[in-house]
């Protein structure tokens, strides 16, 4: 093996017990440049059921977020405050999924997982600035929420049209320096032993576990941004919800009260399912993560839940769903 190309290429997922526990041996006076991405390796015969069921979810994801985005464009009563950050949050996760779907099916359909660095560099950092965007526009409809809820007579007047933009172009660019640097930061490592990364995407844990020498310095940055755009946002999630729920739970009348709380239990779903897995992955020292353990969870915040929410938005809320009902009417007498 005297070129670096031909110790990293894997033209085949076919790769033995003995070169999964040794991986690619790469000299210390060799340059990685390239990654290989098992994916689903370890599951052979469901390479095809897995290609067709991560398909028909990331177009469930591409439509339904596209239908929202466009339905709350047209109709002039979801022109709300509530309604731009939902259109915002369907973007951002339109985004995020394809930073990671594509790349995932094109290796199931080729059986091939070969990333170059800059390949994996470029799409672990889309991933967490997308990531980090989506968590601040959940908690900005959190407050959103809160301030409809327990401050009515003021909504209009807080939540302003120059206002909402303000929150949403700080939830956007906000993220994009410290997800570059914190990139930049572990990429700066050396990857001296193998090159095998077990997951279906360049994310933190499975890279961090191929750098050799110490990486202390690289898994106390990445709980401190995890810290900052994962714990603290959703620490202002809670205290907004129990601030909502005291205020629910002053109203006189029960059937209000469950009106109000169900436009507040859609988001809050979401909330639940995005945060509870993101956090366990990211805030879980490296040692204690299993690679079968991250790659599910990965799953669940990258594919499952982007799924779950369009579908839980739309079902859970009238307005949405009777905003649909008149698009396709509308659409329907076009063409008669």
Known sequence: MNEVGS?????????????????????????????????????????????????????TILICNSLIILIAKVDPALQTPMYFFLSNFSLVEICYV??????????LCTQKGNISVVACATQMCFVLILGGTECLLLTAMAYDRYVAICHPLHYGLIMNPKFCVQIVAVCWISTVPVMIGQTCQIFALSFCGSNIIDHFFCDIPPVLKLACGDTFANEIAVYVVAVVFVTFPFLLIIISYGKIVCSILRMPLVGGRTKVFSTCSSHLTVVVLFYGTSSITYLQPKPRQAEDTGKLLSLFYTVLTPTLNPIIYSLRNKDIMLALRKLLSYQHGVKT
């Open 7 to 59: 110790v990293i290429d894997k033209p085949e997922y076919t790769i033995s017990t003995e070169d999964m526990q040794m991986g690619t041996e790469i000299s210390n006076t060799t340059t990685l440049v390239e990654f290989v991405l098992l994916g689903f390796s370890d599951i052979p015969n469901l390479q095809s059921i897995l290609f067709g069921t991560f398909l028909l979810m990331y177009l």
């Open 98 to 107: 394809t930073a990671t779907i594509p790349r995932m099916l094109m290796d």
